[in-house]
T-cell receptor, first 109, second 115 residues
Framework: GIQVEQSPPDLILQEGANSTLRCNFSDSVNNLQWFHQNPWGQLINLFYIPSGTKQNGRLSATTVATERYSLLYISSSQTTDSGVYFCAVARTGYSTLTFGKGTMLLVSP | GAVVSQHPSRVICKSGTSVKIECRSLDFQATTMFWYRQFPKQSLMLMATSNEGSKATYEQGVEKDKFLINHASLTLSTLTVTSAHPEDSSFYIC???????????FGPGTRLLVL
């Protein structure tokens, strides 16, 4: 199956700082999503981004499919950004997702 | 956006009892729903894919007689943990495919503690 590696595994930031989270995957994919799991366990869709660049407020993501990686950028981080960020991929558009191990982010005030 | 609910949000039960968890897509129809399991500080592991009107597809290593899945309608899938034991304690999360079939929307999860 596809291997998904996320880095860094843990990240501690001061409020207001910027950060970049990385997701590497081992095979061609047609589906890549970024999720934020809040401290209560709820997964929130951030981006569906099998290729290209998208932005949503302070968050943006870029996937370079040919080089098999995706980046999630968080700018001007806030304490509410704390939680675990997961990258998940699938070979086809609507097949099962394979999740990375996540990046645990803690933003301190 | 698409909303998926789960019930109950948490359950504590005695060893040997069965527990049913419901997953509902509230504002869209989902022909496919997915059930995941997550241990503390670990990633999500897919347990099974639930298809409306047909048998679920289980991932390797997941006991289908232990984790019964029923997808009776386009908005409801249930996971029953039969004869639960302490090692079944975990966070169970469902997801449903949205109108854009490539995306999955996740329920809030169910925390199961088996004593």
């Amino acid at each position: 199956g596809i291997q998904v590696e996320q880095s860094p595994p843990d990240l501690i930031l001061q409020e207001g700082a910027n950060s970049t989270l990385r997701c590497n995957f081992s095979d061609s994919v047609n589906n890549l999503q970024w999720f934020h799991q809040n401290p209560w366990g709820q997964l929130i869709n951030l981006f569906y981004i099998p290729s290209g660049t998208k932005q949503n407020g302070r968050l943006s993501a870029t996937t370079v499919a040919t080089e098999r990686y995706s980046l999630l950028y968080i700018s001007s981080s806030q304490t509410t950004d704390s939680g675990v960020y997961f990258c998940a991929v699938a070979r086809t558009g609507y097949s099962t997702l394979t999740f990375g191990k996540g990046t645990m982010l803690l933003v301190s005030p | 956006g698409a909303v998926v609910s789960q019930h109950p949000s948490r359950v504590i039960c005695k060893s040997g009892t069965s527990v049913k968890i419901e997953c509902r897509s509230l504002d869209f129809q989902a022909t496919t729903m997915f059930w995941y399991r997550q241990f503390p500080k670990q990633s999500l592991m897919l347990m099974a894919t639930s298809n409306e009107g047909s048998k679920a597809t289980y991932e390797q290593g997941v006991e289908k007689d232990k984790f019964l899945i029923n997808h009776a309608s386009l908005t409801l899938s249930t996971l029953t943990v039969t004869s639960a034991h302490p090692e079944d304690s975990s966070f169970y999360i469902c997801s449903a495919g949205g109108a854009l079939k490539e995306t999955q929307y996740f329920g809030p999860g169910t925390r199961l503690l088996v004593l």
